[in-house]
């Protein structure tokens, strides 16, 4: 079972550049995609959006269709990444592509023709600058631009010019038919608002001309007005919608196509063998069958069985599946790496004792008698009475008292498969106890990415999850607590120390108390903003819940309080409302939200670290 670290290989993120590597069978699209720009050349100039999300596969469809416009004499292409410029910059970066491709003879033609019109003589210098190649074109290209800032006259004359060359180029005798320039511009969609209206005007303004073709790849709802552009007044909406003439949306790639290329993801990989059906079905399924995503879970597995010494005496199932858990049940796996001290025990223990009591409750017969002490311990630790005559209501009561997640997963095949294959493996409870006790940071974990795939896989602004002790200050908002002074309660503070500092560094005053005798004092002393406490203490399962209840009742503290706990459950929640409490959270981006909620802040993007180990 086990496969040596030196066999394992990472997956390179380029896009597919030949029909022999297309494992998605985007070949067939980009050869219908291609013919169609063939066939549409009278047409011009259009614009054809390739649209997808994130990972879908824009940039290798682009360039299959590339590949397959290569075999026809008169069709040149052109590429443009928008990413690699800002603002202005991408105005001239755009036109000066397309400008290079035209013939210099025709360039130096047109120059000289123009040469007794004054008013365009500046301008064709330069453009004849630039058709001469790369070498010392930077100074003209700047006069060149200088120009085109002068009046609306200089533009129009600028878009003339190119006019007249685009026709000349298009209608050269050398050629029939006539020739065509397919220009495709790629990652629009991952430019500022700046940039995304430079690269439009290009097209839409000055290079708007017979002969010309846009093919430009983007995710066009990142681009929509609840999106990148929504700042837009209403004429510049009216101009993006002039933009686009058609739209080609890449669709998910089916059951069979995903798994076959997850399976060349794990030959290439080296842990083919690794990954029977149900990992490969979970694979395909929860990552939105999205080709990036899968390759960097694939990666993020080969970095951490390679590097991370923690894993020397598991076998590599047991990286997978610990990563795999972690990315897709990230709730789960939290509770399930709380270390010593966190309330409530042992998750894996207590979702499969709840598996099994929940299938004898939900059979209509009498729980057997094997089965009774089983069902009567774990009711009777959650304080549940068994009525033999209502078991549905037992089981509702029971739910309330256990974590929001359990009843989801436990229909959840796919997870079901993935934990219980996980502790069939040799040395599986000594894995959980070092995560639980602190084993070395994972290297590796998969970052999720910002664009969410058919709403398959939730946005990494709400999810986000970095290795432990990760941090990303220059995500961080510009120092919102400022003045704020919050009272964390808890007996264990070294499981909050992270977010304690990632809070101080965000300019609030953090006091630390371990009990409520040191929460009396910190409170008689200053008044907090806020209140973070735990709910478990020591064998006291309600200790947090008491306190507050007592400040609340003694009139000594009323103003907003969360509770920090390692589990949410409805009863839980329940009693945090009755008390006033904006809520129960059990991971430091929903603590981030309601503290931000509670003191009136705006939200910002969470960037704290996920290390973060509440009770």
Known sequence: MATPAQHLALLNDEPVGSAGTDLLGAGRAARQLADLLIASRSATPFTLAVDAGWGMGKSSLMRLVDAELASVPEVHTVWYNAWTSTGADALEGLIKSVLM???????????????????????????????????????????????????????????????????????????????????????????????????????????????????????????????LLRDLSPAGATFMEKIFQTSYRIPVADGQGVREYIAWCGRTAGIEQLLDEPLVDLLAERSARNPRRIKRLVNGFVLEATLNPMWADHPPEAVLRTLLIQYFYADFYRMMTSPPGADAGDVIADFRTYRRVRAVLRTPEPVPDAERPLVDAFLARWDVPRDPADPYTVLERLERELPTVFPKMVTDAAFNSLLDGLLALPRSEKLVRRLREGAPALVAVPQREPDDVDGAVPDARTSAFVRRGARFPDMLPQAPLVGRTILWVDDHPENNASLAAWFRREGADVMIAMDSGAADAAIAARTPSLIISDIARGTDDRAGFSYVAALRREQRYTGPVVFFAGRVTPARQDTARELGALGVAADADELTRLIRRALAVPPAPPAHPSAVRPR
């Not at 040469?115 to 301008?123: G, K, T």
């Not at 064709?124 to 001469?132: G, I, W």
């Not at 070498?135 to 200089?154: I, K, M």
């Not at 050269?172 to 608002?193: G, H, K, Q, T, W």
Request: aromatic share 6%.
């Open 101 to 227: 491709r035209f013939d210099r003879r025709l360039l130096r033609r047109a120059l000289h023709r123009a040469s007794e019109q004054r008013a365009l003589l500046r301008v064709l210098r330069a453009l004849a600058t630039v058709a001469a190649g790369p070498l010392g074109a930077a100074g003209l290209v700047d006069e060149l631009w200088s120009n085109l800032s002068v009046n609306s006259q200089a533009r129009n004359e600028m878009r003339d010019a190119i006019r007249d060359l685009a026709q000349e180029w298009v209608e050269n005798a050398v050629y029939s038919p006539r020739r065509m320039l397919v220009v495709f511009i790629d990652d629009l969609d991952r430019c500022s608002e700046e940039t995304v209206l430079a690269v439009c005007e290009a097209v839409k303004v000055y290079l708007d001309v017979p002969g010309l073709a846009f093919v430009i790849g983007c995710d066009r709802s990142a681009m929509g007005p609840s999106g």
